[in-house]
């Protein structure tokens, strides 16, 4: 089965939504401001810099992951901030993309819960790979993610954050995350377990 694409095929191999750009960028001007995204946009190559800077990037289109891992390169190269950066980024998006309409609904669900209804959120994201949520109770989950082909360390990271900010807006408290395996620059895969009261 071929991947789904924008309006025009861009490249065969995984590929995430535009919408993830779209939070990226916006998660980083709300938090370092519109200079440091436009220094980041700057920094790209032709194709993507043109295609954030002019909107051609929609939400709804399929875009290679490899540009995905260049816009977080760029902005951990922007910032000079390493991976904090990166996992504000994945909190951020999370916060702005999940609160509004939803707010009510995650304050309903409890943590577990929300995390084990994430794993269907994921595909939403990523035409590759999934994501499961193991052992789910009452202050404890693991997160399984498998088959993420293209991953890289920068976006382990950013799924972290997200995992962190799905808690808090389900009123988890205390949280803790740990990597229990993976997610490392060239992994596939990624086991993170979530403890909190």
Known sequence: MEPRTSYKSIKLGPNVKGLAFRSVMRSLE??????????????????????????TIIASGWYPIDWYRTVLASIVTTTGDGERVVKAIG???TRLDLTGVYKLVYKLLSPETLLTLTSRMFSNYYDTGKLEAQDARKGHVRMCWSGCKGFDRNMWIELMGSSEMMLKLAGATNIRLHAIAGGGPEDDHFELQGLWT
């Open 30 to 55: 709300h938090l370092r401001g519109q200079e440091t995204t436009n220094a980041v946009i700057d920094s790209l190559p032709r194709e993507l810099r043109e295609g954030l800077r002019y909107g």
């Open 91 to 93: 909190r951020e998006s």
